[in-house]
């Protein structure tokens, strides 16, 4: 399978959909889309350069939470690429196709659009620069080391070389897609085992302390700080981090 592009989807509960998507425009610095989709569930965050790459759907059932599209030229074909690296599908909808990583995470097979253009970050009042350009996914510790091995057959993308925090795991990004894929081990005893990975957005700035202001001020709270980010929720409480990368590399 070539991964052509890939697309960071935000799934908001109907009574937190408006309030979510006025945020995430907000702080990523984009426009939103005309719906789309059979009941208008679905819609872009547009950048004010280059292909969307953050998307936002209404969810009837459930807490929603982040999952992962991945544009490629037959999703039939990749799907059964997944289901024979471990992966299970959940539905297939012709158009597009759901499933689940071993660990649980969900993704869907799309078809890809032609996109080509990576996003180019924002410069911000003050002259911090940011983008949201990572999806980290939260992998149990039981599941962590066959998840890495799945993703890097499922992409093609190398692990980029180990740093320094081994629970952190980063694949080589893909120069013109704009969303990096990072996997995280869940620290022992911070949840059940047993439950599935989940995702979270990882925004790349100059300056954490000047996107941490900015983002308080549309609503979010830090909730924990560490060297090299800082952990936030949202107004509705949904987890990001804004983190110290460069925001045109994503190193």
């Known amino acids: 399978m070539q991964v052509r592009w890939l697309s960071a989807f935000l799934d908001f509960p109907a009574d937190e959909f408006g309030g979510e998507v006025t ?11 005309p719906p789309r989709g059979e009941h208008r569930e679905f819609a872009s965050l547009e950048p004010f350069h280059g292909d969307p790459h953050l998307r936002v759907q ?8 982040v999952h992962l599209d991945i544009h490629t030229d037959d999703p039939h074909a990749a ?7 471990g992966a299970t599908l959940i539905r297939n909808a012709d158009t ?13 097979l799309v ?6 253009t990576r996003s180019r970050p924002i410069r911000w009042p003050g002259d911090a620069i940011s983008i949201i350009d990572q999806l980290c996914i939260d992998i149990p ?5 066959a998840e890495v091995e799945f993703w890097t057959n499922l992409t093609g993308w190398p692990l980029n070389p180990p740093g320094t925090r081994p629970e952190l795991v980063a694949l080589r990004r893909d120069p013109s897609i704009t969303i990096g894929i990072l996997l995280q081990r869940r620290e022992s005893g911070t949840t059940d085992d047993s439950t599935p990975a989940t995702g979270h957005l990882d925004l790349a700035t100059n300056s954490v302390p000047d996107e941490v202001a900015r983002h308080e001020g549309w609503g979010a709270r830090a909730v924990g700080q560490y060297p090299k980010w800082t952990t936030m929720v949202d107004p509705m409480g949904r987890r990001y981090c804004i983190t110290s990368r460069n925001p045109r590399t994503g190193a």
């Open 23 to 33: 945020f995430w425009r907000a702080i990523s610095g984009s426009t939103v889309s």
């Open 58 to 65: 209404r969810v009837d059932e459930g807490p929603g939470g």
């Open 79 to 85: 799907a059964e690429e997944a289901v024979g690296l």
């Open 96 to 108: 597009h196709l759901v499933l689940r990583s071993p660990a649980g995470f969900v993704f869907c």
């Open 111 to 116: 078809p890809w659009e032609g996109e080509t």
């Open 141 to 145: 510790a039981p599941d962590f080391d």
